[in-house]
């Protein structure tokens, strides 16, 4: 049985730390590429039923992968936690010197949450709204 004092449980944190960060990067990355489709389409849509049609569309995907997103962070906080959690860990003496100093410092914090957490959920909610303004947004277009 492996322990956490065991060095092959700290590699394995490690390892899926890495891996967890890579998915998150490449959902977020599918993510936005996906969005900037939508905002570069609406200037070429022909009536406002083929642009709400689009907004929903978008906002079904973007939905699916603002789970995806979230799943992703929630995975890589919980493996970050533990990782601080164990002896002469690297990492968690570096989050806890980075997290020191002003309470103005805005690099104090990580902003891996916005990415994974905030940014999603606010654009997703830009493309709810979007169907509901379709005719708006179409007729300043045009």
């Known amino acids: 049985m492996k322990t956490k004092s065991n ?6 944190l ?8 890579g ?12 969005f900037g489709f939508i ?3 609406i200037p070429f849509i ?3 039923t083929q642009l709400r049609f689009i907004f929903i569309v978008g906002f079904i995907i973007e939905l699916l992968f603002t789970l995806l997103i979230g ?9 970050m936690d533990l990782l601080a959690k ?8 570096i989050d806890e010197l980075a997290n020191k100093g002003s309470k103005w410092n805005p690099f104090k914090r990580s902003v891996v949450k916005l990415m994974g957490y905030v940014m999603p959920i606010v654009i997703t909610t830009t493309l709810l709204i979007s169907i ?9 277009f045009k």
Not at 7 to 12: A, K
Not at 28 to 34: C, G, K
Not at 71 to 79: C, F, G, M, P, V
Not at 132 to 140: H, L
């Open 71 to 79: 799943r992703a962070q929630r995975k890589l906080t919980i493996n």
């Open 132 to 140: 509901f303004f379709a005719k708006r947004i179409y007729n300043f």
């Open 86 to 93: 164990l002896k002469n860990e690297p990492s968690g003496k």
């Open 23 to 34: 998915l998150l990067n490449q959902r977020f990355n599918f993510f936005i590429v996906i």
């Open 46 to 48: 022909n009536n406002v």
């Open 14 to 21: 490690r390892d899926e730390r890495s891996h967890m960060e």
């Open 39 to 41: 905002v570069a389409a």
């Open 7 to 12: 060095p092959d449980y700290r590699t394995h």
